[in-house]
RNA sequence: GGAGAAGUGGCAGAGUGGUCGAUUGCACCGGUCUUGAAAACCGGCGUACCGAGAGGUACCGGGGGUUCGAAUCCCUCCUUCUCCGCCA
């Protein structure tokens, strides 16, 4: 979330900010955090004081004790009782107050970066950049669903037989493939300095909160209640959380890591032609990049993500373009996004394959990750960032379409040294 | 899954109701000494919030409770270790 420091030094910023997300609600939410913020610290020097005054008597007492001095104590003692009584109605207003305080902050979205276009919704995202030839594709192009039953490259029925729609099972020279490009994407990423990891796909209600999909948006994901348990939505959650609660040198920064998982998204809402064969799917691969920065890299660190993913598909002979998304259609915890869009020929649509995100301060704020400056006493926030490098789905359907002829699929050069075949033939 | 033991500052390790936010050692930082280094000696050495400051408050695995007062007592959860069971 936010800090409150930021809030109230730099209120009309935040406001100007927040405003690009075309969300009414949320200088109404800045305003009651601030009002909530001053009540709460009113009521806490209060108690404060008397708790002081408390801890005081409590040493005198236990002086007078020593002394044998029952009296005098039993004297104080009564006082402090009275003291007491008004300690814990300030108790009950602290936590109503800081409860309400916390409501609110976990309701203010991150502000976005001033670059961000304001907007409501995708149509007001901005193009930034675009590579790549649109191929022309002949009549007899298959959209990928066809051509992965034709190839015998993805098995979506039998996903739904043991298990549900959304659960492909990919199949011979499709999972092979799907390998490959798994290898391949852990191979450029570990070449650009990202240490790899294994996480956990499974994670504790703490890292959720930690990385800002809890609380509020536990539809998203699939809950394990007997554990309390959450299956991640992406790395980004276990990998970022491995920095909750704490404290970096200046020099271990920036820190960089890699990671493959898969994904689960339940995508509660999503319908029709969106989930048509590989477009949108409740179990996926990804392979994450998460960096963690200090505050005046990290535009220069999102700048360099940003051209690892551009490389990736460049590599891979996909025509994309880049879009900086507005304001509105950013994510929670985004202070800035590019999402990345391949074109998937057959379909005639832009895929989203990747989303690059500088987050700011707002997750570390959350996760309690600081970092210091050599020589410095005071901690600061540190910047954390995150991007798909790549997501698999999407990308295998544009390669299957985008590459196809009426005799087979073409495997891209970079990836034949993985799958050890060049083409997919029936 | 069953039985037992334990969780204290970067590490080690004291502390079982009253100046304990916490003895001590190591590590680390600064200084003295030295041609330089080591050793020795002196000093410093957790995080966060409130406060202009002095200072105050909170934190000894997490949460709750008892008490004037809790690292220390009680409840609960988590984690680690040992033994048994099961198992890739």
């Known amino acids: 979330m936010l800090t409150l420091q930021y809030l109230r030094e730099q209120k009309e910023e935040a406001l100007n900010r927040l405003a690009r ?11 009651k955090a601030l ?45 402090v009782a009275e003291i007491k009584s008004r300690t814990q109605d ?9 409860g309400d305080l916390n409501a609110v902050m976990y309701q203010i979205p991150n502000a976005p970066h001033k670059d961000v276009p304001t907007g409501k919704s995708a149509e007001d995202n901005e193009e930034v950049f675009s590579a790549g030839k ?43 493939l799907q390998r490959a490009l798994i290898n391949f994407f852990l191979d450029m ?26 609380p509020d948006k536990e539809g998203q994901m699939y809950y394990i209640g007997e554990d309390d348990l959450y299956l991640i939505p992406t790395a980004e959650v276990p990998v970022t959380n491995m920095f909750r609660d704490v404290i970096l040198d200046e020099g271990d920064l920036p820190v960089k890591k890699c990671g493959y998982t898969p994904c689960f998204r339940r995508e509660a809402g999503s319908y029709g032609k969106d989930v048509r064969g590989l477009n949108r799917l409740h179990q996926f691969d990804k392979v994450e990049i998460v960096q963690i920065a200090q505050p005046e890299e990290s535009y220069k660190v999102l700048g360099e993500m940003v051209d690892h993913v551009k490389t990736l598909l460049e590599k891979l002979g996909l025509p994309y373009r880049i879009l ?25 649509k832009w895929l989203e394959v990747s989303s690059v995100s500088n987050f700011e301060a707002f997750q570390s704020n959350r ?36 590459n196809q002829d009426e005799s087979g699929i073409a495997v891209p050069e970079v990836l034949v040294s993985y799958t050890g075949f060049e083409r997919i033939e029936g």
């Open 21 to 31: 997300r075309c969300n009414k609600e949320l200088e109404g939410f800045v305003h």
């Open 35 to 79: 009002e909530l913020d001053i009540e709460k610290r009113k009521i806490l020097s209060e108690l404060e004081n008397l708790q002081a005054e408390v801890n005081k008597a409590s040493k005198e007492i236990g002086t007078l004790m020593r002394d044998g001095k029952k009296d005098a104590a039993e004297a104080i003692k009564t006082r």
């Open 90 to 98: 300030l108790k009950t207003d602290l936590n109503s107050v800081d």
């Open 134 to 176: 649109l191929p022309e594709l002949g009549e007899h192009a298959l959209p990928h669903w066809e051509l992965a039953a034709k190839y015998k490259l993805i098995d979506f029925e039998m996903g739904v037989k043991i298990t549900g729609a959304g659960f492909p099972v990919y199949t011979g020279a499709g999972a092979r």
């Open 189 to 214: 990423a570990s070449e650009a300095g990202y240490a790899e990891v294994i996480p956990p796909l499974v994670v504790n209600e703490d890292s959720g909160i930690g990385t800002g999909q809890l």
């Open 324 to 348: 900086r998304l507005c304001g509105g259609d950013m994510g929670f915890a985004a202070a800035t996004t590019y999402d990345f869009e391949v074109y998937s020929a057959a379909q005639d």
């Open 367 to 402: 996760l309690k990750c600081r970092y210091r400056k050599a020589g410095e006493k005071k901690t600061e926030l540190v910047h954390t960032l995150n991007g798909s490098a790549l997501a698999l789905p999407r990308i295998l359907a544009a390669l299957l379409e985008n």
